[in-house]
Nanobody, 115 residues
Framework: QVQLVESGGGLVQPGGSLRLSCSAS?????????MGWYRQAPGRQREWVAT???????TYVDSVKGRFTISRDNAKSTVYLQMNSLKPEDTAVYFC????????WGQGTQVTVSA
């Protein structure tokens, strides 16, 4: 079993920044796992946001390129999502995920971008 715990969400004004964290524990070798961030806005399907491989190669959905940065700290078994220049359309519950034999998901953290 793998446990993922997200944190760092909150309410921020448009143009602001937040950093999300996701800590992994359990039967996972974090250093060789590709980690992903997803989000789900009200009334919409969950969408992929970003991925970081074990070699620290990163990919992003077009809507966040240049604004979001995914990173990892293998010593802490933690993946981060730095979100800058936030827009109201970034409002969603953000989840981290890993495919380790099967997909695992955290409980999510709410991000609300509003004036």
């Amino acid at each position: 079993q793998v446990q993922l715990v997200e944190s760092g969400g909150g309410l921020v004004q448009p143009g602001g920044s937040l950093r999300l964290s996701c800590s992994a524990s359990g039967s996972i070798i974090f250093s060789i796992a590709a980690m992903g961030w997803y989000r789900q806005a009200p009334g919409r399907q969950r969408e992929w946001v970003a991925t970081i491989t074990n070699h620290e190669m990163t990919t992003y959905v077009d809507s966040v390129k240049g604004r979001f940065t995914i990173s990892r700290d293998n010593a802490k078994s933690t993946v981060y999502l730095q979100m800058n220049s936030l827009k109201p359309e970034d409002t969603a519950v953000y989840f981290c995920s890993v495919d380790w034999g099967r997909p695992y998901w955290g409980q999510g953290t709410q991000v609300t971008v509003s004036a």
